[in-house]
């Protein structure tokens, strides 16, 4: 069976949440309750929405991103597109 990766870990998490808003701290928290073996520094929201000069997941500021930055510790969790 293939490995679940970071991005499909955050998409499965976070789908009860599509348009809302959430704080970083929220979404790590989500996210662990779900994915216990997810490492801290892989649990990145903005790496999954194009908003950080750190490495960032290939779904970043593209149509696939999980997020879209609010604004400073807020992110608007994106409907994944069909």
Known sequence: MK???????FRIALKPYV??????????EIVWEQFKDMPTGS???????????ETQCSCAGTSRRIFEKVRHGEFLVLRYPD
């Open 3 to 9: 490995d679940t990766t970071n991005c499909e870990k």
């Open 19 to 28: 348009g809302q808003t959430l704080t970083t701290a929220r979404i790590k």
């Open 43 to 53: 649990n990145v929201p903005s790496e999954h929405a194009g908003t950080t000069n």
